[in-house]
Nanobody, 115 residues
């Protein structure tokens, strides 16, 4: 069982930056692919970034070049550095741990980009 807790969301002006953190519990953290998803009001949840257990990273086209995902297996942490934020990045951001079809989700953290 993996428990995930996100933090770091908030209100930021367009062009600003935020760093989201995801703290995970459980002794098998390194075997999980770790992902960030987001859900904007009235829209479906979408994948934003992933950091596989093998060390590969992937990003949605809409955030490439602006967001960076990282993980620290020793600390059981995953991060999402978000730069050059746009109003369309406004959403609830969720941390996800995936392994062999098993998915675990955090409760999410709100990110609002507005002047």
């Amino acid at each position: 069982q993996v428990r995930l807790v996100e933090s770091g969301g908030g209100l930021v002006q367009p062009g600003g930056s935020l760093r989201l953190s995801c703290a995970a519990s459980g002794s098998v953290f390194p075997v999980y692919d770790m992902n960030w998803h987001r859900q904007a009001p009235g829209k479906q949840r979408e994948a934003v970034a992933s950091f596989t257990r093998g060390g590969s990273t992937n990003y949605a086209d809409s955030v490439k070049g602006r967001f960076t995902i990282s993980r620290d297996n020793a600390k059981k942490m995953v991060y999402l550095q978000m730069n050059s934020l746009k109003p369309e990045d406004t959403a609830v951001y969720y941390c996800n741990a995936a392994f062999l079809g098993n998915n675990h989700w955090g409760r999410g953290t709100q990110v609002t980009v507005s002047a």
